[in-house]
């Protein structure tokens, strides 16, 4: 038995933050930020909208689509950074809000990388026989710890989040492989210092700024091209297959040099992968979900049609996986 998508949905707040409107806050350019990451645009969540908020409309989406009632929802997972609160899952509020009375639920972070270690998670536990109804969520509110003075990371992220039902399916259809990593050696390199039980809230840490994150954009950069178009061309190779074989190449959408270098190693040309970084930026767990939906709304996947994920984040996190598209 496999796990599939049967159901893809999204959200994006309402609000948008153009490189325009970036202009006039920090010292940047709209050619600077378009030619080094390929972002126009991004969404960002409205007064009091959190992602709790963004979840509940996603999986009242995918309920909609797939017919499901709240109560035959078994499992909700939700890959997040930013969640509602430091103590209380953003799985529990979504569960409440949408009314999942039968469900359990945790958050998994593994930063950009989360959708994809969620999605293995949620297909390991429709696999197992145990559950049948799983909802996945991808989903940050990235303003939420984005200093908006710095031009370095705020040019770069936006809100927004994505997801999907996996039900159990046969005859090869549904998530066939997956690659996953974690290097903490990296994790200097792209986090959010305070806020932890290591650097406790304090004023210290408000006046120092360790509440945003911090990122060392060159060296996360050399190794995102490297891990993610290594484990992209990996997860190919031990199934015996080319880039000639993959309908789709949805990658994690953090800067499209990036995007281009993996999908040039796997041998995919342009029309095989999608790339919305320039309307959203990079909304880290959000990504690879809502370009997903917009795949399927846009009629790029047919059954049978192969599938491949590919993403990179801090810890760092890297991971690629296959699947083989269709209902069960
Ligand atoms: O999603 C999780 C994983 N994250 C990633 O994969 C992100 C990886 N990193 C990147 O995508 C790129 O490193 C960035 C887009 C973050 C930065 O691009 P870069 O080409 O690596 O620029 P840089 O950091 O080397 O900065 C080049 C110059 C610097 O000026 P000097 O020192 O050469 O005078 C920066 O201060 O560009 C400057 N700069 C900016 N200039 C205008 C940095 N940010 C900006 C900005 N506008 N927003």
Known sequence: MNATITATARYLPERKLSNFDLEKMVDTSDEWIRSRTGIENRHLVGEGEATSDMGTEIAKTLLERSGKTPEEIDLIL??????DYPV??????????????????????????????????GAKLVESGTYKNVIVIGADTMSSIIDYTDRNTCVIFGDGGGGVLLEPSENGIGILDSIL???????QYLTVPAGGSLHPASKDTVDKKMHYVYQDGKTVYKFAVKNMADVSKRILD??????????????????????????????????????NINRYGNTTAGTIPIALDEAVETNRLEKNDLLLLAAFGGGFTWGSMLIRWGDA
């Open 78 to 83: 939700v890959a997040t950074s930013t969640p």
């Open 238 to 275: 031990q199934n015996n297959l080319t880039g000639d074989d993959v309908k789709l190449f949805i990658p994690h959408q953090a800067n499209r040099r990036i995007i281009d270098a993996a999908a040039k190693r796997c041998g995919l040309g342009p029309e095989k992968v999608l790339v």
């Open 88 to 121: 209380v899952s953003t799985a529990a509020l979504v569960q409440d809000k949408i009314g999942a009375v039968n469900a359990w639920g945790y958050d998994i972070v593994a930063a950009c990388t989360g959708f994809v270690y969620a999605l293995e998670t």
């Open 181 to 187: 990593h974690a290097d903490g050696s990296g994790s």
